[in-house]
Each structure stands twice: as structure tokens, then as C-alpha cells.
């Protein structure tokens, strides 16, 4: 195989796959190394332990799946509060990040399914990336409140609902395998996120 830098990734890219189906305790060191195309003694002389090899691929995770998910991000916000149409384009930027939610959703499995397992580990990863999310999520809506789109409430309460609104779609499509509409489930998250649940009294 080649250098060890595309070795160490192929093992990782194997491991997520394997982690995600299986399981961290289901999952056995020689399978990874079977399915990267290397031998075993190949695994460990990267990875000591299989424990290792958990906390390499929640580097990866944290540092270049969800930043590649990410990326641009909070720009591409900041020019959605100033359009025309914030809805209709909101709505699509949502929608381009769950697809890419759903592209790397063996990541997020580990995230959601393995990662609590592991409370040696849990803390200094969820810490990593939660944090950055809410924050950009955040400063989106401190820019809508400046601009008279948004209510001036506590920034955070509000990032933090709607990242969970969301996160919820991601969750019954991917993890309990629900059959979701994503459209308009999107459409239906917006309208309670922009005009409320409760029927307005007229006067």
C-alpha cells in the first residue's frame, strides 16, 4: 500500500465503517485490517491498541469531517439573513448540510451511538465540536436580530433550538431508519422556528 499516510487513513476510513455497523466491542482489529488491505502487525504499528484506533478516528471526525461539513458555513449565513427570500434560501442551505450530514453518517453514529460508551474519551471530543457548532449558529442569529428579522432573545437558547430541531430529522432518517419527507420537514421546522406553533389572535 502506500505512504503511511494514506495507509493510516485507509485503516481509519475502515475502522468508521466498521465502528459505525458493529459497534466498538463488535468490532474486531483484524477485521479493519482485512477490509483496509493491510495485515494486522500493520494496524498496530500505528495503533497500539483498538482503543487508539477509536480515539484517532474521533480525531478525524472532529477535525476534518465536520469542518468539511462546515466549511463556509458561517459566510454563507451571514449572506442568507441579507436576501430577498431568507426562507427559501435558508432552507436550502439547510438542506445542503444535512445531505452532507448524510454522506458522513457513519461519523455520526459513532458520534451519537458509540461515543457515550466511552466516557474516558466522551468528554474531550463532545467538547470540541458541539461548542463550535452552537457558536455559529449563534452568531447567525445575532446578525438577524441586528437586521429586524429575528426577536432580540437569548442567542444561545435560540441556536440551540433549532440545531435541535434539525438534529432530530438527521436522527429518525439515519439512526431509527424513519421514513422522512426531508423537505418538508425543513419547510415545517422553518415555519415553527419563524412564525411560533400557537395560533395568533387577530386584534
Known sequence: MG????????????????????????????????DAGVSEGTVFKYYSTKKDILRS???????????????GAAEDLQSLVSSVNAKEE????????IGKVNENISAFRIL?????FHEDIMNEYVGQFIPKVIGMAEGFYRLGVAKGIFRDINPH??????????????LERNILNKSLD??????????????????????
Request: charged residues 25%.
Open 157 to 170: 437558547t435560540a441556536a440551540r433550538s433549532f440545531i435541535g430541531m434539525l438534529a432530530t430529522i438527521v
Open 57 to 71: 478516528v474521533l480525531n478525524k471526525i472532529v477535525r476534518e469531517i465536520i469542518p468539511g461539513i462546515m466549511f
Open 112 to 116: 451519537v451511538i458509540e461515543l457515550p
Open 3 to 34: 505512504n503511511s499516510i494514506e495507509t493510516q487513513d485507509k485503516i481509519l476510513n475502515t475502522a468508521i465503517n466498521h465502528f459505525a455497523k458493529k459497534g466498538y466491542h463488535g468490532t474486531k482489529t483484524a477485521e479493519i485490517a482485512k
Open 182 to 203: 426531508v423537505d418538508k420537514e425543513i419547510d415545517v421546522v422553518l415555519d415553527i422556528y419563524m412564525n411560533g406553533v400557537c395560533v395568533k389572535s387577530e386584534g
Open 90 to 97: 435558508i432552507k436550502g442551505f439547510i438542506k445542503s448540510k
